[in-house]
């Protein structure tokens, strides 16, 4: 039983799940204090629980598709498709089980806009990121389009009737939009030779070279200003601020050592960096 359990968060990508649902708890907090109303403590319930399970339902799509490309990555060869713990049939049954119940108590619980949001996401990231991969380093574009939806999910589900999209969800969406650049190339640094084995093309240049480090620092320094902004629209204040723009100074240094020195060590200090300074910086927001 143990094992099985073991299997579905692995296939579910339990970690990742839960820092992206993280980003919607964030985003549904920072909006209910700006607009003034009271936590719907059922609504925010199922904002994390439809948010998780569509999440983990793209995860597990993901792994379904790319399951003979997964055998061939030291990284992912034992996950529990490539090495038969689940079967195709079971995952498939498993990630629509998670997909529609996710939708349907976003619809349900939440509101209209957030299962529409949420259920694009999927489909994004299904069926344009993940074949994209193995084609062009667009791919990361394309995928930082869901992957930035959660925190903008959250700015919605705070919302009621069908919900709306204000500019302080447009903010959230444009920080974890632009995030997302440096946070996966560095990733596509460290991991780059499996990548290789496995046809993937996430690099912008397609090499560890000055080129991608170019665009990996350009990005992270685009990064800084629009983490500022929230600034501008009252989301936050001088306190918030000043922690943002500190981590934003730690992240662009990181990223320029990475072009100085093309090592993978740096890669891997930038790529754990990421995963400090989103949620670091969407507290910021909450409580400066």
Same mark, same amino acid.
């Given at each position: 039983m143990m094992g099985k359990m073991s299997s579905y968060a692995q296939f579910a990508k339990l970690r990742l799940a839960s820092l992206v649902v993280f980003s919607a708890i964030i985003g549904y907090v920072i909006a209910i204090e700006e607009l003034g109303t009271s936590v719907d403590w059922l609504r925010m319930i199922m904002l994390f629980l439809g948010g998780f399970f569509v999440t983990g339902a793209s995860n597990g799509f993901n792994q379904i598709i790319e399951r003979e490309y997964d055998k061939l990555m030291p990284r992912t060869m034992n996950r529990p498709v490539p090495t038969g713990k689940m079967s195709v049939t079971e995952g498939m049954i498993l990630a629509s089980i998670m997909g529609i119940t996710g939708i349907v108590f976003l619809h349900v619980f939440v509101n209209p806009l957030s299962a529409i949001l949420s259920a694009t996401? &999927?489909?994004?990231?299904?069926?344009?990121?993940?074949p994209?991969?193995?084609?062009?380093?667009?791919?990361? +574009?394309?995928? =930082?389009?869901?992957?930035?939806?959660?925190?903008? $999910?959250?700015?919605? =589900? =705070?919302?009621?009737?069908?919900? +709306? !999209?204000?500019?302080?969800?447009?903010? $959230? +969406?444009a920080v974890q939009f632009m995030w997302q650049f440096p946070h996966f190339w560095a990733i596509a640094w460290v991991v780059d030779d499996d990548y290789k084995n496995a046809g993937f093309r996430l690099l912008p240049s397609k090499e560890r070279d000055?080129?991608? =480090?170019?665009?990996?620092?350009?990005?992270?320094?685009?990064? &800084?200003?629009?983490?500022?902004l929230p600034l501008l629209f009252g989301?936050?204040?001088? !306190?918030?601020?000043?922690?943002?723009?500190?981590c934003g100074i730690m992240f662009l240094y990181q990223a320029?050592? $990475?072009?100085?020195s093309l090592e993978i060590k740096d890669a891997s200090r930038l790529m754990f960096g990421s995963f400090?300074?989103?949620?670091?910086?969407q507290l910021a927001y909450l409580f400066g």
């Open positions: 996401a &999927l489909v994004l990231y299904v069926f344009a990121y993940t994209l991969k193995r084609i062009t380093p667009f791919a990361v +574009f394309v995928g =930082a389009f869901p992957g930035a939806v959660p925190a903008m $999910l959250g700015w919605v =589900a =705070a919302t009621d009737g069908f919900g +709306f !999209i204000g500019t302080n969800a447009l903010l $959230l +969406f000055k080129a991608s =480090a170019f665009q990996i620092l350009v990005y992270t320094l685009f990064l &800084l200003p629009i983490s500022v989301m936050t204040g001088i !306190i918030g601020i000043s922690v943002v723009l500190v320029w050592k $990475l072009y100085n400090i300074y989103l949620p670091v910086v």
